[in-house]
């Protein structure tokens, strides 16, 4: 990919309200939610005590959750319809690293964070298939690659920024003041999703066929 393939995915998302909500959207989440997770490994592994294994097993458990949510996606968008399931799932997993303000050492701390992990990786596993899905059917053939390029390089490039951000955070107000901030502007990223469900591009905006 060019640089200027790369220009020309950006206008393309942001042209369009409707990537141009998931892209913010998925943009601000993931970088917030890594920034917690990098925090969280200071304030377990050094302020907390908890082992090694301990941190470890917090995090390989919960991934379970992610595996029964992509499971589910597909007939919950059966059953309540793509944006809904869009909706509701991008909001849900907003809410629980807030909860992280409250960990603790000991047996407690390690549920609580394993009890946030595994509502936040079911939810994503549910949110990002439909998600991909809504992506795609809002962008045309010859676009994809172009689009794709540049959501991933934006959403690489605000997780790094980010995590770093709240690393000097971390360090000036400590872990669980960064990660408590980091909670609450979470619980703000379901405003940026698309509003209003969109018809497919095919519906909408026909792509001219090539010879």
């Not at 989440?29 to 890594?34: E, P, T």
């Not at 050094?46 to 917090?58: D, I, K, M, R, T």
Request: proline content about 6%.
């Amino acid at each position: 990919m060019r640089a200027g393939d790369l220009l020309d995915g950006w206008r393309y998302i942001l042209a369009d309200a409707t990537l141009r909500s998931l892209f913010f959207n998925t943009a601000v989440f993931n970088g917030l939610v890594m920034a917690t997770d990098a925090l969280l490994a200071v304030m377990m592994l050094s302020q907390l005590g908890f082992a090694p294994w301990q941190y470890g097993l917090a995090f390989a458990a919960p991934a379970i959750g992610g595996l029964f949510g992509s499971r589910l996606a597909r007939p919950l968008v059966t059953w309540f319809g793509q944006h809904r399931v869009l909706v509701v799932a991008g909001t849900l997993r907003a809410i629980w690293a807030v909860g992280l303000v409250f960990l603790g050492p000991g047996t407690g701390g390690l549920l609580l964070v394993m009890g946030v992990e595994l509502g936040l990786i079911f939810c994503c596993g549910v949110f990002n298939p439909v998600c991909a899905t809504y992506r795609l059917e809002r962008t045309a053939p010859d676009r994809v690659a172009r689009t794709l390029s540049a959501w991933t390089v934006t959403t690489k490039a605000s997780t790094a920024l980010l995590t770093a951000a709240w690393g000097v955070l971390g360090g000036l107000l400590g872990p669980r003041t960064a990660i408590g901030l980091a909670g609450v502007l979470l619980l703000a990223t379901p405003l940026l999703l698309p509003r209003r469900a969109a018809a497919p591009l095919a519906e909408t905006e026909p792509t001219p066929n090539h010879a």
